[in-house]
């Protein structure tokens, strides 16, 4: 009797797996409904932006419906079982905004305390991540800024006070990331810097061939960065530094990661003699050979185009839009 259900059991499980096991041919990049310049998602929102107009996806139409507003930025993330996705927005102005999905509208958020005529805050890049850092912080809401007089500067939104408290760093900053409860930046030097909550402050993270890292994706489980020259590193936390990935005859033009792993666009074929590159080639992230492998592009599977933007999140998926507007999103049937 044990006997047979062991056998039973294991007859299940294989079915199981057999449903449940998608071969890598099904997988593929599907054409959406829309036209889009840049995309954004999170846990379960995909946004985004077709020149200054903005557009929230609707999972049950498997359409793009545009938002009022006129945007240059959208940043999406956060959502968990527990909690839904934040969704903040840059004008072209600079101001913040925050998607009230009460209102289902954006509204306007000073940043700073105002006082007589000073105008609010003002961002060049804002990101949205997972917090729980404390009962303040349920997401990571980061900006940068640059004042009147020049100077950047980087903010942290505080859900307690429904202001952005500054937050000094070594450098001035040239780019902030968020991700999986964590934030790092890069400095004007291209010096790669972590926050650490404890201290508080930031931590300098060797590697990047002293300092060259352009890009920064933050996942779940891994960091990875982009250099001037297209070169991809990981960060080891071990070690705490960036290590390069070499693939031959390629150069990465995009690094993204998220809770659905880290994916990245790349150029084939750079370098060689008497042959052209091809541009917005997709790889993803393989933890099991530490590299990034191929996944044939959109240049079959997207009607001949190629992904000039790919973003990923932590749950909503891989999306990425084609030089020509076109939205394609990662499936797996």
Not at 21 to 36: N, W
Not at 62 to 86: M, N, P
Not at 107 to 116: F, K, M
């Amino acid at each position: 009797m044990f006997h047979r259900n062991v056998r039973f059991t294991l007859c299940l499980l294989l079915i199981c797996w057999a449903a449940v096991v998608v071969p890598a041919s099904a997988q593929h990049f599907q054409k959406m409904t829309g036209s889009l310049t840049k995309v954004a998602v999170g846990y379960a929102e995909v946004w985004g932006l077709n020149g200054s107009q903005i557009y929230r996806f609707n999972p049950g139409s498997k359409t793009f419906g545009q938002i009022t507003g006129s945007f240059t930025q959208v940043a999406v993330g956060g959502g968990t079982l527990l909690q839904r996705d934040e969704v903040w927005a840059v004008n072209p102005s600079g101001y913040i905004y925050r998607f009230n999905f009460s209102t289902k509208a954006f509204v306007y958020v000073p940043g700073i305390r105002q006082s007589g005529i000073l105008p609010g805050l003002r961002f060049t890049q804002i990101v949205v991540g997972e917090g729980g850092e404390d009962n303040c912080h349920p997401y990571e809401v980061w900006g940068k800024n640059v004042d009147i007089y020049g100077t950047v500067n980087i903010y942290q939104y505080n859900y307690c006070t429904s202001l952005f408290d500054y937050i000094q760093t070594p450098n001035p900053f040239t780019v902030i990331a968020t991700g999986g409860g964590d934030v790092w930046g890069l400095d004007e030097y291209a010096q790669i810097w972590h926050y650490n909550y404890q201290t508080p402050g930031w931590t300098q993270a060797n590697g990047g061939y002293y300092g060259t890292l352009q890009q920064i994706a933050v996942g779940v489980n891994d960091v990875f960065g982009l250099d001037g020259n297209g070169t991809a590193y990981r960060y080891d936390p071990l070690y705490g530094q960036f290590y390069p990935l070499y693939a031959s005859a390629t150069t990465y033009t995009q690094i993204a990661a998220g809770g659905n792993g880290g994916w990245a666009l790349y150029a084939y074929g750079v370098g060689l003699s008497g042959i052209n590159p091809t541009y917005g080639m997709v790889a993803r992230w393989d933890p099991q050979v530490q590299a990034f492998e191929n996944e044939g592009g959109c240049v079959v599977q997207c009607g001949g185009n190629n992904l000039a933007q790919i973003a990923v999140g932590s749950g909503g998926g891989v999306w990425g839009v084609t030089a020509s507007g076109q939205v394609f999103a990662f499936v797996r049937p």
